[in-house]
T-cell receptor
Framework: GAVVSQHPSWVICKSGTSVKIECRSL??????MFWYRQFPKQSLMLMAT?????????EQGVEKDKFLINHASLTLSTLTVTSAHPEDSSFYIC???????????FGPGTRLTVT | QKEVEQNSGPLSVPEGAIASLNCTYSDRGSQSFFWYRQYSGKSPELIMSIYSNGDKEDGRFTAQLNKASQYVSLLIRDSQPSDSATYLC?????????????FGKGTKLSVKP
């Protein structure tokens, strides 16, 4: 299967600061990337979808000014959590799909803890 | 509201048995279906995709799709303790690489040695 990486794998930050998470497709061109959030013992929740070179499409209830998504190249998308609060603590996972793959592959996830 | 329904389990099977996981979906327009495995604290890992009615086999895994019944299943033969995980069923309107995946809440599988 295709390989998607995420960095960092875990991060601890203070309330009010911003955190950037990177998602990279290593062996294919990711024309579309997806960002999910997963709270403990709950299912994946799609936050936003981004197509390379376009603005991200956010799911209902997700604040686009708080969760900034950039998908500037076919191999890299970033999610910036701005002015993080403890309730933003979660497991953030990206996934990618594109050429030549027909499926969607997940990165290993980033565990964010806001203190 | 597009939904994918799964029995949350836990489903417990003895080692070596067949584990059967089921999923139904509400949107008849769904074209692509996926099974992901998620170990606790880890991200989902794609194990099977299926696009046409019928069975698709890959090693110990068999995915089955019945679009008329809006039903997808995953069979795991010769279950191993390492198969213990949460299995997520997902459906997409388009090819999985481009379209939003609608996930079920997952079925927790426990394989007892």
């Amino acid at each position: 299967g295709a390989v998607v990486s995420q960095h960092p794998s875990w991060v601890i930050c203070k309330s009010g600061t911003s955190v950037k998470i990177e998602c990279r497709s290593l062996d294919f061109q990711a024309t579309t990337m997806f960002w999910y959030r997963q709270f403990p013992k709950q299912s994946l929740m799609l936050m936003a979808t981004s197509n390379e070179g376009s603005k991200a499409t956010y799911e209902q209830g997700v604040e686009k000014d708080k969760f900034l998504i950039n998908h500037a190249s076919l191999t890299l998308s970033t999610l910036t959590v701005t002015s993080a609060h403890p309730e933003d603590s979660s497991f953030y996972i990206c996934s990618a799909g594109g050429r030549p793959t027909t499926e969607q592959y997940f990165g290993p996830g980033t565990r964010l803890t806001v203190t | 509201q597009k939904e994918v329904e799964q029995n949350s389990g836990p489903l417990s099977v003895p080692e070596g048995a067949i584990a059967s996981l089921n999923c139904t979906y509400s949107d008849r327009g769904s074209q692509s279906f996926f099974w992901y495995r998620q170990y606790s604290g880890k991200s989902p890992e794609l194990i099977m995709s299926i696009y046409s009615n019928g069975d698709k086999e890959d090693g110990r895994f068999t995915a089955q799709l019945n679009k008329a019944s809006q039903y997808v299943s995953l069979l795991i033969r010769d279950s191993q303790p390492s198969d213990s995980a949460t299995y997520l069923c997902a459906a997409a309107l388009y090819g999985g690489s481009q379209g939003n995946l609608i996930f079920g809440k997952g079925t927790k599988l426990s394989v007892k040695p």
